[in-house]
Nanobody, 121 residues
């Protein structure tokens, strides 16, 4: 019903930049919060940055000042601009969205398939 497709991951040297994109499609009647999480094998998925509402942003302390989340509501797309990347930022990055798929329905959480970000030292 709802698909989240991420793009923009890859290999970058420490100190470099990457921009992730995530486009939502399908039965996206209304989208509430959108955000980014990341996961390293063996660890729990952790929050990187979210936009719970228009012009409202939350960031993990480890990325504050280096990452910027933004959203294009007309395109149902969320972005993550990552600067000054560090090797500890190596992870699979997942897009998340809270989507209402029918009138009067509740919002459900959806995840993208993930995109690998590798930061070399």
């Amino acid at each position: 019903q709802v698909q989240l497709v991420e793009s923009g991951g890859g290999l970058v040297q420490a100190g470099g930049s990457l921009r992730l994109s995530c486009a939502a499609s399908g039965r996206t009647l209304n989208i509430n919060a959108m955000g980014w999480y990341r996961q390293v094998p063996g660890n729990q998925r952790e929050l990187v940055a979210t936009m719970p509402g228009r012009d409202i942003t939350n960031y993990a302390d480890s990325v504050k000042g280096r990452f910027t989340i933004s959203r294009d509501t007309a395109k149902n797309t969320v972005y993550l601009q990552m600067k000054s990347l560090r090797p500890e930022g190596t992870a699979v990055y997942y897009c998340n969205a809270q989507v209402q798929t029918w009138y009067g329905g509740s919002y459900s959480q959806y995840w993208g398939q993930g995109t690998q970000v590798t930061v070399s030292s």
